[in-house]
């Protein structure tokens, strides 16, 4: 699985959209983007993810660039409750062996504040 | 709420001891993965089945155990334990066996005194 890399941490006011970068200059043509996000010692919960074109759900945004060497994770208009750590992982789907698992880094914190 | 269940939520235990954590995967889910979560680790992969049977592992010490019933739940056995196993245990599942989206249960926390 590529690498990836992210801020450790961020701030954003309440209301407004959270822009959350990660780059994955090694991501292979078959890899797709996941975001997961790891509320204090909560379970991590799936957000979103991208092959190439950008996503969009009931949580989130996910833009992923031409290259594809890195995406954005977008919440549009963040709360309190959206305080958390954010993966980005990048996999690819339909491997075998070890590959079934997550790889979790170290994420990026993400800090709503009032 | 996943839909992925885990008992206990807290297990206080002594050195030495044993202990299982069970997982209830997401109904219609065949895939159960574990995952380890300690302050110096962060998440860790520790093995995963797939319908009753392993299909990957990771960094899991020897004297862990798992494995999946019939019913598709799954129980992580954890013996001889150590001041070094404290940490939160997350189980996943996801619908196929290559876990595109895994789904993640609340976590069971265990601290080793």
């Known amino acids: 699985d590529a690498k990836t890399t992210q801020p450790p941490s961020m701030d954003c006011a309440e209301g407004r959209a959270a822009n959350l970068p990660c780059n994955h200059s090694?991501?292979?043509?078959?890899?797709?983007v996941y975001w997961y996000r790891q509320i204090h010692s909560q379970g991590p919960q799936y957000i979103i993810h991208?092959?190439?074109n950008n996503e969009t759900n009931e949580m989130a945004s996910l833009i992923i660039t031409e290259d594809r060497k890195s995406s954005t994770l977008i919440l549009p208009h963040a709360t309190l409750r959206d305080t958390a750590v954010y993966y980005c992982?990048?996999?690819?789907?339909?491997?075998?062996?070890?590959?079934?698992?997550?790889?979790f880094g170290k994420g990026t914190l993400l800090t709503v504040n009032p | 709420d996943s839909g992925v269940t885990q008992t206990p939520k807290h297990l206080i235990t002594a050195t030495g001891q044993r202990v299982t954590l069970r997982c209830s995967p997401r109904?219609?889910?065949?895939?159960v993965y574990w995952y380890q979560q300690s302050l110096d680790q962060g998440l860790q992969f520790l093995i995963q089945?797939?319908?009753?049977?392993?299909?990957a592992k990771g960094n899991i010490l020897e004297r862990f155990s798992a494995q999946q019933f019939p019913d598709l739940h799954s129980e992580l056995n954890l013996s001889s334990l150590e001041l070094g196993d404290s940490a939160l245990y997350f189980c996943?599942?996801?619908?196929?066996?290559?876990?595109?989206?895994?789904?993640f249960g609340p976590g069971t926390r265990l601290t080793v005194l």
């Open positions: 996943a599942s996801s619908a196929s066996l290559h876990g595109d989206t895994q789904y």
């Open positions: 090694t991501i292979s043509g078959n890899e797709y």
């Open positions: 991208g092959l190439k």
């Open positions: 992982i990048v996999r690819a789907p339909n491997s075998g062996g070890s590959n079934y698992k997550l790889t």
């Open positions: 109904s219609g889910d065949l895939s």
């Open positions: 089945y797939y319908n009753g049977e392993e299909r």
